[in-house]
DNA sequence: ATAATAAACTTGCATTTTGCAAGTAATAAT
DNA sequence: ATTATTACTTGCAAAATGCAAGTTTATTAT
């Protein structure tokens, strides 16, 4: 696993420390736009992860908190990864960055589509969408831990 | 320096294909926030980047044309690193991760303070200051090169 | 009960990137 | 002419990445 180390107080670059590489923010995109929730799902990106990377940044998410790992309920060896609401408070750096690549390279495109149009005409309200989903998910889950 | 791959056809792979590291940012914000040019003082900042990478990096940020090169009238072997447009764009990306990082990470600080607060305060007004300010001095250098 | 299948990793190893220290080139001040 | 400053380049060790193959645990099929 990486290690873990502040360079200065500077909020960007602690924000770096966590998750400035190529992949992190990848995994962080599927499981908060996508909906993926599984290892098998995420190697499935098209940007085709090494699987000892994707392991390598669910344990970095996990130790971050930015994601909580479960065994999924009967099926298989399967886990889940759900997001905390510290990935959840990334969505609106996910949408600049989204805006921005796009208007720089306009061959890209989101999945879902919609996401990337969607946020052109209201990105504030896309993002409160988004996090509102996720963060009702997230309570959801809480109350079945309580029972 | 680095070679360059586009992974996918995501607005968000594109973007970190560029800067997907824990240094291009760092050179970007002491460029747009702290009002560096040089080499000398990008070196300055209290990450520490060791010279063979950042002179990699801005070679990556002129390739991709995020800075213009200039030399520096008179002055020694001085060189001025400017932002282009495509940097001056990155500005809400970097507002929205210093607003991340602090939230989730309070001891951290901004230079200058009051850039923290001010984002806190009146994200977006903030946000068209510094856009406002960095795209004047762009066109000052263009009126420049015209004479 | 046994075998086959599937999901989620782990391991080994070659390649690439990073980090650190030292050295060099071009210009300018003294 | 000598020294200092700025912006690099080079060499090398350490770490991260990428690829292929193997392992583990659990479930389904026979």
New binding site residues.
């Given amino acids: 696993m ?2 873990f180390t502040n360079r200065s107080l500077c909020p960007i670059s602690t924000a770096l420390d966590i998750f400035g ?3 992190t923010l990848l995994v962080i995109r599927d499981i908060i736009f996508e909906g993926k929730s ?3 799902e995420f190697m499935q990106s098209a940007e ?1 992860i ?4 994707l ?2 940044r ?1 344990g970095v998410l996990e130790a971050q908190e930015l994601i909580v790992k479960e065994k ?1 309920p ?6 889940f990864y759900h997001p905390t609401q510290k990935a959840i408070a990334l969505i609106p750096v996910i949408a600049e960055l989204i805006l921005w690549g796009n208007k720089y390279y306009p061959d890209t495109y989101t999945h879902p589509k919609s996401l990337l149009t969607d946020l052109k005409t209201d990105k504030t309200n896309t993002i409160r969408a988004y996090t509102e989903k996720l963060m009702a998910n997230l309570n959801h889950q809480k109350e079945k831990r309580k029972t």
Same sequence: chains 1, 2.
């Fill in positions: 990486k290690k590489d190529k992949w599984s290892y098998g085709k090494a699987t000892n990377i392991a390598d669910l999924a009967g099926k298989r060896a399967r886990h």
